[in-house]
């Protein structure tokens, strides 16, 4: 974990420019909302307060679930370094989950700092979830949501295994997150008939779920959605030891 | 024709301290002097070797020369023109080759840089296909031209990246280790090549390079730089002349050396039967021949000066 | 020129020619820009729809604010797609073959690389937005041809931004992350640039110009500035031109060539 902590450093640069954008981006999101706020309480079933609150929200879970190393792991496989790894095939999962959980604390510990410059700046008024029983079931749904979003990533870094084309799945799948994982509006807002399609998706899980968590705490109507998300990462689960499975066998056939 | 009268560059390479905070927002640089006053004249027709060891300055040399790199200061004229300005006229006359280096459309055939060349360059047509079916001819490159850059061997590569370069059959070239990385086949053809062409066309060729074989087969002129500063500049004949006080005897046995054979006095000796090697003083020579011609039988005895990369390693330690 | 010209298209073809070895990743890059298209548009609809107003502009303003964005960074892309490729140009070293040969490196590291893919996608985009601008009510004349010259004007504005972006690679071998900086700031202004409060509304108008890019061809449209306005908006644009040049024939002098 610390090797991943250097070798994030040694871009220091790059790595700043990378949180200077993401600072932009929250703040593009929040004077969206805000101005959508000037004419109107409401917004369907959101006050400002919970909006924006959503938004800090999301950005922050965003930081620690979407963003990961897998993306490392196409490279790998083009390259061939991951033949190193493949040795020993149970450390190898173990490097790349220790080297997420390095990425994403530093992620988390950079993007807190700068929604509190945010929040100090643009003093926004945010909401603050009581309910402890909220928390629980919020760190749950986290894991949850980062168990779904790890293995996703992964299988698109699989792809590697048959095709040189790794870059454009995954581009795509980075807009469809944009747009269907919450991170740029809320999912609820969306027409009941949209939601419900979504809903059968992984992609609610990963960060819109937890958030929900976080600002209505427990209710009957997260049932469902709670129990498609376990369902969901049972299902990536075995999916990806095939994924994986088969691709190895199909890797090491071409004698790289 | 080439004129350069105290050029010195200087680099600036930030400094990395241990502390992050000061490396973002307050970083140090120091000052590394890559050539210092260092002057020449090269004329028309030349064929020039520069060489010295990695750093030494020779690349910065000839990328100040083409007008790549801006002299920190100095006086710089190539064909009455400041290089660094990048005057269309100039840019026309020059060509400069690294090794190691592409200039050509990856995965296109050469044949599509060749072309964008003509326009770049703005050869006629009737030019154009004289100068490129000389040039693939004296390369021996017809069935090179025609496929995509990527699926051709460095070696292949290196001799189209010629084809591209001389298109415009510049009056000065600048050649950066052109034959760095490549087998000694290909490194012959390269350095046949270079022969020929300076031969035919007349153009003042400026080589770097490592290979001691390239540098000995092509020029006739050397300049040996070390440190930023020239250490030597001159015929390449008069190097060995000048600087080199040892001769190689070199002796093939017809029995090898019995145990009781004293060598004669002052000399390095190399023995492997039948080949026995003495390096002494030019001045010994005679002594050190009639000593061993009595000493040994032998079935031939050649002398030789010593080698050139010897001379030059010699050279480059002392300053 | 007629030769520059002449250079510029051969570069451009080539491009293509080297793009369309590449099927499964053009066909990919064109759906993707689709879709997301597509989403930002019904997002929009969507939001608009439910709000009438967003910072005081209904929905077909709304709508004409994305459009424009969309071409004019649509339209960059496509002219300086080049740029997105010269960290590894410098890198390598190769730039240095750039330099020295007898034409402006700007034919060869700005515009030397148009992408055909963005060649596509353009032609709709353009058609979008004709039929939303043509589709205002009572549309003056006189603002509808301003529009037209400030869309030149963002235009020469983004290839200042692009400039700049092939100075600081220059210097610091740094362009990826410049880029898309460049990229987040323009596209802060898919919607109205009055949903920022200041000092940030000054900041993408007067530091990072990207607001006198994308937002000022449409004000004037509508007819929301005033002359003062627009000579401001004018002078700004001139002065980071020339910033832009400067920057670049100062990052020319310090160029160390590292590559190799």
Redesign the interface.
């Known amino acids: 974990m610390y090797v991943g902590i250097i070798q994030v450093f040694t871009y220091r640069l790059s790595f700043f420019l990378w949180r200077v954008r993401n600072v932009f981006n929250l703040i593009f999101i929040y004077f969206l909302w805000t101005s959508v706020f000037t004419k109107q309480v409401l917004f369907l079933s959101y006050t400002q307060e919970k909006l924006i609150t959503y938004i800090l929200v999301i950005s922050l879970l965003s930081s620690l679930i979407l963003v990961t190393r897998t993306i490392d792991v196409g490279a790998d496989i083009l390259s061939g370094d991951i033949m190193n790894h493949l040795l020993k095939p149970f450390s190898f999962f173990r490097f790349i989950v220790s080297r997420e959980f390095a990425d994403k604390f530093l992620n988390l510990f950079f993007t807190v700092i700068e929604i509190f410059i945010l929040i100090v700046v643009l003093k926004p008024h945010i909401f603050i979830q009581n309910n402890s029983g909220a928390y629980l079931l919020l760190i749950i749904t986290m894991i949850i949501g980062g168990i779904i979003s790890f293995f996703v990533s992964l299988n698109l870094s699989f792809i590697a295994f048959w095709s040189n084309e790794i870059w454009a799945p995954r581009w795509i799948y980075s807009i469809f997150t944009w747009f269907l994982a919450g991170s740029f509006f809320p999912l609820d807002i969306l027409p009941k008939s949209v939601y419900n399609l979504l809903l059968l998706t992984p992609f609610p899980y990963m960060i819109f779920l937890p958030s929900k968590v976080f600002l209505d705490g427990f209710s009957a109507a997260l049932i469902v959605p709670i129990g498609i998300s376990i369902l969901w990462s049972i299902a990536l689960f075995f999916l990806t030891k095939k994924v994986w499975e088969t691709g190895i066998k199909n890797y090491s056939a071409y004698g790289r | 024709m080439i004129s350069i009268k105290g050029l010195t560059k200087t680099y600036r390479i930030p400094q990395r301290t241990k502390n992050l905070f000061k490396d973002i927002f307050f970083r140090t640089y120091k000052e590394k002097k890559a050539i210092e006053n260092v002057s020449l004249t090269i004329d028309g027709n030349e064929l020039v070797g520069f060489i010295g060891p990695n750093g030494a300055g020779k690349t910065t040399t000839l990328k100040i020369l083409s007008g790549i790199l801006y002299p920190t200061s100095g006086y710089v004229n190539v064909f009455g023109f400041t290089p660094f300005e990048k005057k269309r006229e100039f840019l026309r006359q020059i060509a400069f080759i690294m090794g190691h280096k592409n200039q050509l459309l990856w995965e296109l055939p050469a044949t599509d840089s060749f072309r964008l060349n003509k326009e770049i360059y703005e050869v006629d047509d009737k030019t154009y296909k004289i100068t490129l079916d000389e040039l693939t001819e004296l390369l021996d490159a017809e069935n090179l031209i025609h496929q995509p850059v990527k699926t051709l061997s460095l070696g292949q590569r290196m001799r189209v990246e010629l084809i591209a370069a001389l298109l415009h059959r510049p009056k000065i070239l600048f050649l950066d280790e052109p034959t760095i990385g490549l087998d000694i086949f290909a490194q012959t053809t390269i350095i046949d090549f270079i022969k020929e062409y300076q031969e035919r066309y007349k153009s003042t060729i400026i080589l770097t390079s490592h290979y001691m074989q390239d540098v000995e087969r092509l020029a006739k002129r050397l300049i040996m730089i070390n440190h930023g500063k020239i250490i030597f500049d001159g015929l390449l004949r008069n190097l060995v002349n000048t600087y080199s006080q040892q001769k190689l005897i070199n002796i093939t046995l017809l029995k090898p050396l019995s145990k009781e054979f004293e060598p004669p006095e002052k000399i390095r000796i190399h023995y492997q039967f039948p080949q026995l090697q003495i390096t002494t003083h030019k001045e010994n020579i005679v002594g050190v021949l009639a000593y061993m011609l009595k000493k040994v039988e032998f079935v031939d005895v050649t002398i030789e000066d010593e080698p050139l990369e010897d001379v030059i390693k010699k050279m480059f330690v002392h300053h | 020129m007629k030769?520059n010209l002449?250079?510029f298209w051969?570069?451009s073809t080539?491009s293509a020619?080297?793009a369309l070895?590449h099927r499964?990743?053009m066909i990919?890059?064109v759906?993707?820009k689709m879709?997301?298209f597509v989403?930002y548009v019904l997002?929009i609809y969507?939001?608009v729809s439910?709000?009438?107003?967003?910072?005081g502009y209904s929905l077909q303003q709304t709508i004409i604010f994305f459009l424009t964005f969309n071409f004019l960074d649509t339209l960059a892309q496509l002219l300086f797609r080049e740029v997105y490729r010269f960290r590894p140009l410098i890198v390598?070293?190769?730039f240095?073959?750039v330099?020295?040969?007898?034409?402006h490196p700007f034919i060869r590291v700005l515009i030397g690389g148009v992408d055909i893919m963005d060649a596509i996608t353009i032609v709709p985009y353009l058609a979008f937005l004709l039929y939303f601008v043509l589709k205002i009510p009572h549309l003056n004349a006189i603002n509808a041809v301003l529009y037209g010259g400030f869309l030149i004007n963002g235009l020469l504005l983004a290839t200042a931004f692009h400039i700049l972006i092939l100075a600081v690679g220059i210097l610091?071998t740094?362009v990826?992350?410049?880029i898309?900086?460049y990229r987040?700031?323009t596209?802060?202004l898919s919607?109205p640039i009055?949903?920022?409060?200041e000092p940030?509304r000054s900041f993408l108008m007067f530091v990072i110009p990207v607001g006198i890019m994308m937002a000022v061809p449409v004000k004037i449209l509508f007819g929301l500035l005033t002359p003062n306005m627009v000579i401001i908006t004018i002078m700004i644009s001139i002065v980071f031109t020339l910033i832009s040049f400067f920057t670049w024939n100062r990052a020319?002098?310090?160029?160390?060539?590292w590559g190799?």
Do not use: C, W
């Not at chain 3, 330099?99 to 034409?103: F, M, R, T």
């Not at chain 3, 020319?252 to 060539?257: E, M, N």
């Open positions: 030769r002449k250079i051969l570069l080539y020619k080297t070895q499964v990743g990919s890059f759906a993707g879709i997301r989403f997002f969507f939001l439910k709000t009438r107003f967003l910072a390598s070293g190769e240095d073959n330099l020295v040969k007898p034409y610091t740094e990826d992350n410049t898309m900086m987040d700031f596209k802060m919607l009055d949903i920022y409060k940030f020319l002098k310090r160029y160390q060539s190799g």
